[in-house]
């Protein structure tokens, strides 16, 4: 029979908007079906996996997936309508058996996702088609790659908490960190008629749905940086992205230079090595994030590449940066908190929460809460504002963070709805977590995330892992 995916919720949406700028930040999905014509599949590899964290044993399968079907998908940004009637998705499905179980059903949970970013096309509609297609290939792109790509993962909880399954396992762990230096690029291609002063470029590197920029080198088209960031990894199969962009572009990143995707794992071979980047100046705004769009040379750039492994759980590691794990179980919200007299399934309450350590912020996915009957949970039938509402959030929140916060950091939590308003918050000294070696609130002993009106509960875990600089930084992968 045909399948129809939808977006009830707003994922999509939530994850264009982070890519959009700000004055276009109020784009919605008013329509988001695909539909009838099936996925092609294959070909298929199948291996163990342990899990990083508790090493847990499961199955992996990696799936090439092909998708071409018809769409019925409809945009909206300031009034403006923007329609795409058919879709073309195609990259390498992972779909993970985990944990392995003794006893029916035999495995705890399915996770699904996509290995690297999937190639994208879309066939517009209306005042779609007179849009730059670039433009909006590369928006929906990142946003595809901000739902969809690992970490981002679809789980399905197939185990009980009887038989072990922690189900905020299920989200994937880092297996190290990635620090990359940013040196330098040489023989930038230069525009008319200013030559190797028309560019101020600045080099943009990713892994997969996170970005880092450098500073902006202006009047150069031999700039030199000397800068890096640490990119959390979650399989070193994924793929690193290379690009340098000229800052004077207005509204969005114009992409001059790009280096096919590099996966982590052959990054040995190229660390301070010159990595060959292709032209992408076509006029154009921006290009696919997933390929270059030509081939034609456009100078180089040489970067570092060291490779961090986690010490035991608990302690300090040599390295300045620190692992912050947060585990999110069970959220205990009083109804007065929620809007709960109009939550309905196509319209329900949805609440995340937050952890943020200075400027380093992460947020869990929503959970989209409505009443599965007239009793609304926990809460009184007579629709008064009594009563709790219990939400699975599920969820492990990972935070690289500074030596000095160990000492003198605060971990800080919050619960939001959907529209940002804190339900809830609580702070917690980082240094009282690594003395511990680890702190947990549960059942009985809930944390208790305090509001002006009343307090959430919620069932937590935090813990410290820090971090060495493998002995070989160049072979160390």
Not at 278 to 301: E, F, I, K, M, Q
Not at 448 to 458: E, N, R
């Amino acid at each position: 029979a045909a399948r129809q995916l939808e977006d009830p919720f707003g994922v999509f949406t939530q994850s264009l908007r982070l890519k959009m700028p700000l004055p276009l930040q109020d784009i919605h999905f008013s329509h988001f079906l695909l539909g009838t014509t099936p996925p092609e599949v294959g070909p298929f590899e199948v291996s163990e996996w342990q899990h990083p964290h508790d090493g847990s044993m499961g199955i992996e399968m990696k799936v090439g997936f092909n998708l071409d079907t018809e769409a019925n998908i409809e945009m909206q940004v300031h009034g403006i309508k923007l329609g795409i009637n058919r879709m073309f998705l195609k990259g390498d499905l992972l779909i993970r058996l985990e944990p392995l179980i003794d006893e029916i059903p035999v495995i705890g949970g399915i996770v699904v996702c996509f290995l690297n970013q999937p190639e994208v096309e879309f066939q517009y509609s209306g005042l779609a088609a007179r849009v730059d297609s670039n433009i909006l290939r590369s928006l929906l792109q990142s946003a595809v790659a901000q739902a969809l790509v690992l970490p981002q993962v679809v789980k399905i909880p197939i185990g009980t908490e009887e038989q072990n399954v922690d189900r905020a396992l299920l989200d994937p762990a880092p297996v190290g960190v990635l620090r990359i230096w940013a040196l330098r690029a040489r023989d930038l291609p230069s525009s008319w008629p200013l030559g190797s002063r028309s560019r101020s470029p600045y080099m943009d590197v990713s892994l997969e749905t996170e970005q880092w920029q450098t500073s902006v080198v202006y009047h150069s088209t031999s700039p030199e940086w000397n800068e890096k960031h640490d990119f959390l990894v979650f399989d070193k199969r994924q793929e690193v992205g290379i690009r340098v962009c000229d800052s004077k572009s207005l509204f969005l990143r114009n992409v001059i230079a790009a280096a096919p995707p590099i996966p982590v794992d052959d990054l040995v071979f190229q660390s301070e090595q010159e990595v060959e980047l292709l032209n992408c100046d076509h006029g154009d705004d921006v290009v696919s994030p997933v390929h270059p769009s030509s081939s034609s040379p456009a100078g180089t750039a040489v970067l570092r590449f060291e490779w961090l492994n986690f010490v035991r759980p608990g302690r300090r590691g040599p390295d300045s940066r620190h692992l912050l794990r947060v585990k999110l179980d069970e959220i205990v919200v009083p109804t007065e908190l929620l809007d709960v007299q109009k939550a309905t399934v196509l319209d329900p309450t949805l609440v995340k929460m937050r952890a943020k350590v200075r400027e380093v912020t992460k947020d869990t996915p929503a959970v989209a809460w409505f009443p599965a009957d007239s009793s609304m949970g926990e809460a009184s039938a007579s629709g008064t504002n009594v009563g709790t509402v219990e939400l699975d959030l599920e969820h492990t929140l990972f935070l690289l963070i500074n030596a000095v916060d160990l000492d003198a950091g605060a971990l800080e939590l919050e619960l939001r709805n959907g529209n940002d308003k804190i339900l809830g918050s609580a702070q917690i000294k980082i240094s009282d977590v690594l003395a511990a070696g680890g702190m947990k609130w549960r059942d009985n002993r809930r944390l208790a995330l305090k509001h002006a009106t009343g307090k959430c509960l919620a069932d937590v875990e935090v813990s410290i892992q820090g971090l060495r600089l493998a002995q070989e930084c160049v072979t160390g992968f």
